[in-house]
């Protein structure tokens, strides 16, 4: 069973659409994570939430909404995309507080806005 | 948060050790540093984590001198799988914010 998974694999859209992207762990972790990995291999957090709760909205447009239905499920959704949002987007989780060091990563999710 | 440097990319030859360096001159009390590991079209994998002196487990070692300032990821007996980025990752557990470093890209060679 795969520990984080993430849907689509691949995303493909026009500019000003909206998406959204599913994750969910099967991990029973407390904490759930976003991350956008650019071009350049750039890894940087966006959100993390614990037990629903959001603790950590870094500095991401208000384009881009987080909803955790429940503590095993993150989805990331983006309203009126843009080009510079392609990216890979990666949901990771982790067993505690947002920080802790061993967090485990889904396969990503491959955006390309055109 | 604390920032961190490490080289951009390294190049080795099977069966050599390699050693990658990070800097975080301004880590925290409370910060623990890890390394993780990625291949392409993959999510980052943990390989280690350390708060101060020596860690080792089945995969790598970790180094952190006294000061904290930095840490040495070792990698012993490199093979061509071990072709992959390696980041440094600084993590404020009491603040619930950790740092990924910029990676680096090591590349061994036959």
């Known amino acids: 069973d795969t520990a984080v998974s993430q849907t689509p694999k691949y995303l493909v859209t026009q500019m000003g659409n909206d998406k959204s992207i599913k994750c969910e762990q099967n991990?029973?972790?407390?904490?759930m994570y976003w991350y956008k990995q650019d071009s350049k291999k750039f890894l940087k957090i966006m959100f993390s939430?614990?037990?629903?709760?959001?603790?950590i909205n870094e500095t991401v447009p208000n384009r881009f909404s987080p909803k955790s239905p429940d503590k095993a499920h993150l989805n990331l959704h983006i309203n009126s995309l843009e080009l510079g949002d392609s990216a890979v987007y990666f949901c990771?989780?982790?067993?505690?507080?947002?920080?802790?060091?061993?967090?485990?990563f889904g396969p990503g999710t491959r955006l390309t806005v055109l | 948060l604390a920032k961190t440097t490490q080289p951009i990319s390294m190049d080795s030859y099977e069966g050599q050790e390699v050693n990658i360096t990070c800097s975080h001159n301004?880590?925290?009390?409370?910060?623990?540093i890890t390394w993780y590991q990625q291949f392409p079209s993959q999510g980052p994998r943990f390989i280690i984590q350390?708060?101060?002196t020596k860690v080792t487990n089945e995969v790598a070692s970790l180094f952190i001198p006294a000061d904290r300032k930095s840490s040495t990821l070792s990698l012993p007996r490199v093979s061509l799988s071990d072709t992959a980025v390696y980041y440094c990752?600084?993590?404020?557990?009491?603040?619930?914010?950790?740092?990924f470093g910029d990676g680096t890209t090591l590349t061994v060679k036959p």
């Open positions: 990771a989780s982790s067993r505690g507080l947002a920080g802790e060091p061993e967090q485990f």
């Open positions: 939430y614990n037990n629903k709760e959001l603790i």
């Open positions: 301004n880590i925290a009390t409370n910060d623990y």
């Open positions: 350390g708060y101060k």
């Open positions: 990752l600084v993590g404020d557990t009491n603040a619930g914010k950790s740092t």
């Open positions: 991990l029973g972790h407390d904490t």
